[in-house]
């Protein structure tokens, strides 16, 4: 695995740890829970960067017979 991947998986791990243990405490942080939010988030959005679109392989341009169909 390369370092981005490692990264990005830390960011996951340790922002849901964070978030959880934010939210089970009884005298809730709100700035806590919402960095560890903020961590999954942003290791969850670097994880699905990576991840190619199903639509990759299909034709996307309309040609002039199928635009006045539309």
Known sequence: ????RILSLLCILFGGAVAIYAQAD???????LIGGIVL???GL??????????NDNQDTTVTEDQDDEL
């Open 45 to 54: 959005y670097r994880i699905s960067r990576n991840i190619p679109s199903k």
């Open 40 to 42: 999954l988030m942003l």
């Open 1 to 4: 695995m390369n370092y981005s």
């Open 26 to 32: 009884a005298d809730q942080n709100l700035y806590i």
